[in-house]
């Protein structure tokens, strides 16, 4: 049971352009939201984060949205550089109760062309 | 500060050997987990360590076992290794056990169970 889908393996934009990678979760409980980006043969690394209080987080060029209704966040790059090209993973939590016990998606790789 | 480091990088196993997955991190954490990535699957949570002499089961503990050593170090321990065990196992670390907290990777170890 995935509780945390990335629905797209893949994604390929032109340098400059907008990156949209998506997420859908299906547990109400998750109420912490995390992105983690990972280059090959190297451990994921902290990109950006959104509590369910908020529907909006921005960090320079990466925004995280979050549609609770939905159960569906997303991450924008903007503008894209060829040095985001790696995979993403969003992740999730139950918050304080569960600690960071993440519950990951699957991953979806971008790749950006100059 | 060389942050989470893993030994060894790589390892081939035998069905039936046993080894351990060392893990170990200097930013002083208290909370430390292991992770496997399978392709398709994102990462899923073997183990974790709330703190120094505590550890709990994860989603996908079977077939595993760990051991908080001190509070840099926690191990992991495959008895009797299985072909389903081939992944990518990776080690990480944050200061507290809570959902905001960012959790810290180490590179990883490939390992291939024949």
């Known amino acids: 049971d995935q509780q945390v889908k990335q629905n797209s393996p893949s994604l390929s934009v032109q340098e400059g352009r907008i990156s949209i990678l998506n997420c859908d979760y299906t547990n109400s409980m998750f109420d912490y939201f995390l992105w983690y980006k990972k280059y090959p043969a190297e451990g994921p690394t902290f990109l950006i984060s959104?509590?369910?209080?908020?529907d909006k987080n921005e960090d320079g060029r990466f925004t995280v949205f979050l549609n609770k209704s939905a159960k569906h966040l997303s991450l924008h790059i903007v503008p894209s550089q060829p040095g985001d090209s790696a995979v993403y993973f969003c992740a999730a939590s139950e918050g304080e109760t569960s600690g960071s016990r993440l519950t990951f998606g699957e991953g979806t790789q971008l790749t950006v062309n100059p | 500060n060389a942050g989470v480091t893993q030994t060894p990088k790589f390892q081939v196993l035998k069905t039936g050997q046993s080894m351990t997955l060392q893990c170990a991190q200097d930013?002083?954490?208290?909370?430390m987990y292991w992770y496997r990535q399978d392709p398709g699957m994102g990462l899923r949570l073997i183990y974790y360590s709330a703190s120094e002499g505590t550890t709990d089961k994860g989603e996908v503990p079977n077939g595993y076992n760990v051991s908080r050593l001190n509070k840099r170090e926690f191990s992991l321990r495959l008895e009797s290794a299985a072909p389903s065990q081939t992944s990518v196992y990776f080690c990480?670390?944050?200061?507290?056990?809570?959902?905001?907290?960012?959790?810290?990777f180490g590179p990883g170890t490939r390992l291939l169970v024949l």
């Open positions: 930013m002083n954490h208290n909370s």
């Open positions: 959104i509590s369910s209080i908020k």
């Open positions: 990480a670390s944050s200061e507290f056990l809570l959902a905001w907290e960012t959790q810290y």
